[in-house]
Structures are given as C-alpha cells and as structure tokens.
C-alpha cells in the first residue's frame, strides 16, 4: 500500500512518525511524509520520501510567543496560542501539499493537530487513521487532560469529577479551535466538525503510540481506538556519541542528565543555571543538554558537561537518572532506558504525562515554578535514595520488550488492507 504520513510539532511528534514510517517500508509499503520544511533533511536521512508543505520558519516562534509554554488558566492560554498563531498560518500550505499528494496515496495516518489531513482525505475519497502520541488527548473518565496538574481518581466520584474536567476543557477548547478547523472546512464544502480537539478522531482507526505499562486502556473507550506502543527512531546518522560526551562518561560515575527537548529548551528560564547549583551541593556529576547556545550557564564546574545535543537511545541509558519537562518523546526514552526521571513539565501534554511517571512510581514530580536550585536539588535526593531507580530499570526491560512499530504497522494492515488489491499480503508481525 502507499501510506502517506504527516505531522505536525516538534522532533517529538516527527520521530514516532518515523519510526513508523521506516517500519511500514521494511514491511513492502511505499511511504511518503508531508512536513515542515525543517524535517526535510531527517526524513530524507531515515529513508522516506520528504514532500515540503513551505510553511515558514518556526525558529524564532517560542521567543515571539512564549505563552505558548505558559500554564495560565489550566493551558487554555498555551492551547489558544499555539492554535491561532503556530497551526492555523498554516492550514493552506498544509491542505494544498496534502491535496497534491492524496491521489498518489491509499490512506492517509495523520497527527491529531495536522487538521486539514482530516479534510484533505475526506475531500480525495481515502481512509486516513488519526495518531494521538500520549494520553491526555483522548477523553475519558478513568483520565484526565494533558495539561492538567491532578491525579486522575479511579472511584466513581473520582470518575465523575474527571468526566467534569474533561467537559469543561473540551466546552473552551470547542470554541477555541472549532470556529478555525470548519472555516478551513467551510471553504472547501464541508460540514462542520464539533470538539475538534479531543474527539474528531478518524472513525476508522485512532492509533495510540504509546506503551499500554505508561498509561493502560481505559475501559470506556471505543473500538477503533487502538494501542500500539512506543515507536522509538534512533537516527541512522549517530551511530556514536560525540567524542566529548564519551571522554566524560567515562571519567566518573553515571552523571544526571538534564534535558528540555526541542521545545521548552528554547526557553528554559532559570532551568539550567539551578540545574548546575543543585548538582554542585548534591556533588554530583552532570550533562546538560542546553540546546542554543545562549542557555550556556556562565560557570560550569569540571564535574558537569554543557552540549547543545545528544542521541537519547545512545546517551540515557548510561546515565543516573534523567530530569526532563516530560515531552512524550523523551519520556519514552527515559522509559526505555530504565532510568527514573525528575519530572519538570511546563505546558501542552507534559503535567498529565509527569503524574503518570509518579503514579508508576520512576519519577519525583518538580512544578514550573519550582524550578529552583533547592527544589531541583531535594527532588533529586529523593529520587535517588528511594525506589525509583529499581523500579525504572524494571519497567525499562518491559519496555524494551515491546514492538511499537511492528505492532502499529499490524494494526495499520489489518484496518486498510483493501481486497481490491489481491497481490498485497499482509505480512507476520
């Protein structure tokens, strides 16, 4: 079959995209990305045909707009932000590479924010499957949403009250996002689409790429919900870690890794700077991986090693323990290497995924405005005295044991296989 792919955030929503893309190619389909101008060169290095939808630069998009990491009013404010001036500018470059592309293709896997995919394949006449990449997108009464702070209760009083947060966020995020998703649609004369957000899922496949041992089925959720597991892309271009992370690894114990993604890392605050402060009192050795160069904190001890970027499947599974602002991305990496994580979410997703990690007991849980020096250093010393690190490593041979991508490839398969085309088998997974 001929899958076309496309996505829409940062590494962390391109890489599970492909790793499932390469997955598909090694299984006899042919596979084709639609993204950002930015992932051309990484798509192109993992062997997938690359179609640029020329949207602008995104360089320069947190620094302009830094409410987008801000938590004001439960993340509603970060939601509106990235909705108006990240992901609508967009829709028409998006829609016209999409419309381009859908007559080579027979089905089309879409990130649940790549808005107009949903359009384009209604608009072509093609299946298209949706592809939630962490928990708290998809309601339910036994969760609650990504960006909230709470544990989700399990009881039935619990249940109601996160079937009333699940309301409450989807009645603001309806109007919101609602008003832009169907004048896209409107323009090309189509119905309009209610909760946009959380439940305009495709009705034939919404596949979760995500371990069901970090956030396990709900039992109210509907059939074409599917569970795969995490898809991990290690690049084929890093073979090695550069040659002065291995000279340090090497010098002394495992250090504390401390990294912020791709997206948070644009603006860290004073994440980096504590990071350096708690490491000296605890005496402990450090990596710190500060993205731009100008998040270089201004003295660094010889026991701590700033660079701007490292492979995760290479690196974490050398190190003592991770702190992290809970992107799904790294967080499937820490889980794979069986590290505990120091949870210091900042928006979007980040706060349910960082009570998840507590919840399964790998992770102590430090708040945005606690990212100081003294709660990063007592959060550390915490994580480290208890049974975190036993538990992670247990949990990371689970992990390690699952196949994301074969089994999301599995599913894929056995949803849009067409008996049109007799010569297709679907392969043993």
């Not at 101008?37 to 995104?58: D, H, K, Q």
């Not at 009250?161 to 995020?173: H, K, T, V």
């Not at 323009?187 to 995500?210: E, I």
């Not at 992290?324 to 499937?332: D, E, F, K, M, P």
Request: aromatic content about 8%; glycine content about 8%.
């Amino acid at each position: 079959m001929r899958w076309l792919l496309t996505s829409w955030g940062s590494h962390g929503d391109l890489h599970p995209f492909l790793a499932l893309g390469r997955g598909l190619v090694a299984r006899g389909h042919e596979v084709t990305l639609v993204g950002h101008p930015e992932w051309g060169p990484e798509t192109e290095n993992a062997g997938l045909r690359f179609v640029s939808t020329g949207e602008p630069s995104r360089e320069d998009f947190i620094k302009n707009h830094p409410d987008v990491l801000s938590m004001k009013w439960g993340g509603l404010v970060s939601l509106h932000t990235l909705i108006h001036k990240a992901i609508a500018p967009g829709f028409d470059h998006v829609m016209a590479t999409l419309l381009a592309e859908a007559s080579r293709h027979d089905a089309i896997i879409t990130h649940h924010f790549t808005f107009p995919a949903p359009v384009a394949a209604e608009l072509a006449g093609l299946p298209y499957a949706t592809v939630s990449l962490a928990p708290g997108v998809v309601p339910s009464a036994w969760s609650l949403p990504g960006a909230n702070f709470s544990r989700a209760g399990q009881g039935l009083l619990a249940r109601q009250w996160n079937r009333f947060i699940w309301w409450a966020g989807q009645r603001i995020s309806c109007s919101m996002v609602d008003p832009v998703v169907n004048q896209l649609r409107a323009r090309h004369g189509l119905k309009p689409v209610r909760d946009s957000v959380f439940t305009a899922h495709s009705p034939s496949l919404n596949l979760q790429l995500y371990s069901e041992h970090f956030a396990p089925r709900p039992p109210d959720w509907s059939p074409e919900k599917k569970m795969a597991g995490f898809c991990f892309y290690d690049p084929t271009h890093a073979p090695v870690l550069a040659p002065e992370i291995e000279a340090f690894l090497q010098q002394g114990e495992p250090p504390i890794l401390f990294t912020l993604g791709s997206t948070a890392v644009q603006n860290p605050g004073a994440f980096f700077t504590s990071a350096v402060e708690a490491l000296q009192k605890l005496g402990l050795r450090g990596i710190l991986l500060i993205g731009p160069e100008k998040n270089r904190p201004a003295h660094l001890p010889e026991n701590i090693l700033a660079v701007p970027y490292a492979p995760y499947g290479l690196l974490m599974p050398r190190v003592r323990a991770v702190a992290h602002q809970c992107g799904i991305g790294t967080l499937s990496h820490t889980l794979r290497a069986g590290v505990p994580s120091l949870a210091c979410p900042f928006a979007f997703d980040q706060p349910n995924n960082a009570r998840r990690l507590e919840s399964l007991g790998v992770a102590e849980v430090v708040l945005p405005h606690q990212h100081t020096a003294r709660h990063l250093g007592s959060a550390l010393q915490c994580l480290l005295a208890g049974d975190a690190p036993a538990q992670a490593r247990f949990l990371g041979e689970v992990i390690r044991s699952e196949d994301g991508v074969g089994r999301a490839c599995t599913i894929l398969e056995e949803t849009f296989y067409a008996p049109e085309h007799p010569d297709f088998k679907i392969p043993s997974s």
